[in-house]
């Protein structure tokens, strides 16, 4: 599969595309938190199971999800109300983060690129991902960001990482995506680009590679993928 897609890349050129929650820090906590504060004051309940169907989908889609699971109807302008709520909630947890929530493995594997000299963007459905990055401290280290205000469809449509791949001056065909998401996934693989699974192998199983975590991403495995593309 890998050849498949990376057979015609003629220079030796390679840039990385990274999902924010889950992959960097962990805010779906957060968003866990707000979003069953929201369903108990709707009268329903809201479950960590549940909260797996939100990833990687925009805060609007989100809600409909959210809706649907406890069968409740609201008009457009409650529905606008509701998201600015769970919203401000949220931006209350985030605020308090710091470089102590960057998930194992991720700083490691953004100095091996560096070392490498391989561009790395942030293609993340969050509308708070500068935020956050800056409250962790690497908002500096990006080369791009693409969040959720830069882009009109969300995963599992691929624009957020066909705008990554823009701004790391690359074809989709050159780009490897970090995900946790099956929405991600699936957005990674219909660009074109080389996905890489983090978390769950039996959820994440249609991604291209598959790691637990990113602590398991060695350097060797780098180089390796990169002769690959090249």
Same mark, same amino acid.
């Given at each position: ?5 990376? #057979? ?17 820090? *962990? ?67 985030? #605020? ?15 100095? @091996?690129? *560096? ?37 009109? #469809? ?48 039996? @959820? ?27």
């Amino acid at each position: 599969m890998l050849y498949n897609r990376t #057979k015609n890349i003629m220079n030796n050129k390679i840039g990385v595309i990274f999902d924010l929650d889950g992959v960097i820090v *962990d805010t779906a906590k957060y968003h866990f938190l707000a979003w069953k504060n929201l369903a108990d004051a709707l009268g329903f309940e809201f479950t960590k199971k549940h909260n797996e169907l939100l990833k990687g989908v925009s805060r609007v889609r989100s809600l409909d999800i959210l809706l649907s699971i406890g069968n409740v109807k609201l008009s457009e302008e409650k529905k606008q109300e509701f998201l600015v709520c769970k919203n401000k909630e949220y931006l209350e947890f985030i #605020k308090k983060m710091n470089s102590s929530e960057i998930l194992p493995g991720a700083l490691e594997l953004l100095n @091996t690129l *560096d070392a490498l000299g391989i561009k790395y963007v942030l293609g993340s459905a969050s509308k708070n991902a500068p935020l956050i990055l800056k409250q962790v401290g690497l908002f500096n280290r990006f080369a791009g960001i693409v969040d959720g205000n830069s882009v009109s #469809k969300a995963k599992p449509d691929p624009e957020v990482f066909l705008i990554g791949a823009e701004k790391l001056n690359l074809q989709p065909e050159q780009c490897i995506v970090f995900e946790d998401a099956i929405a991600g996934i699936e957005a990674a693989n219909t660009a074109n680009m080389i996905s890489i699974g983090v978390g769950d192998k039996e @959820t994440l199983e249609k991604a291209d590679f598959h790691f637990e975590s990113l602590t398991e991403v060695t350097a060797n495995f780098i180089k390796e993928l990169v002769k690959r593309v090249s």
